[in-house]
C-alpha cells in the first residue's frame, strides 16, 4: 500500500483514543495522553500504528512536533481502519 499522508488536529488527554470526526478541513484524533514532553506525539505514533496495522517507526509526524495541527505519514499500513472510513469517505 502507498504512503498515506494525513492532516490532524490532535485533542490530548482525552478520556479515549479515536477518531473523532473531521474538523476545519483536518482529521480530529482524541489521545488520552497529556501534551507533555513529547508524550502526546509518541501517544499518537502508537495509536496510529495499531489502527493501520505497521510499526510505530512507520508512522512520522512531518510538520507540527510542537502543535495541536500535524501532518503525519503512515508507511506501510496493512489494514485501514472502518471508522476511519466513515470519517473521511476513504479520503487521504
Known amino acids: 500500500m502507498e504512503d498515506l499522508i494525513l492532516h490532524v488536529v490532535i485533542q490530548p488527554k482525552a ?15 482524541t489521545i488520552t495522553a497529556p501534551p507533555v514532553d513529547g508524550k502526546a ?4 505514533r502508537r495509536f496510529l500504528s ?4 505497521t510499526a510505530a517507526g512507520n508512522v512520522t509526524i512531518l510538520r507540527g512536533e510542537t502543535g495541536r495541527h500535524k501532518t503525519v505519514k503512515i508507511t506501510g499500513a496493512r ?6 472510513l ?7
Open 15 to 29: 478520556s479515549r483514543d479515536a477518531f473523532a470526526g473531521i474538523l476545519n478541513g483536518e482529521l480530529k484524533i
Open 41 to 44: 506525539n509518541e501517544h499518537l
Open 86 to 92: 466513515k470519517i473521511t469517505g476513504g479520503q487521504q
Open 50 to 53: 495499531r489502527q493501520f496495522r
Open 79 to 84: 489494514e485501514i481502519p472502518e471508522e476511519y
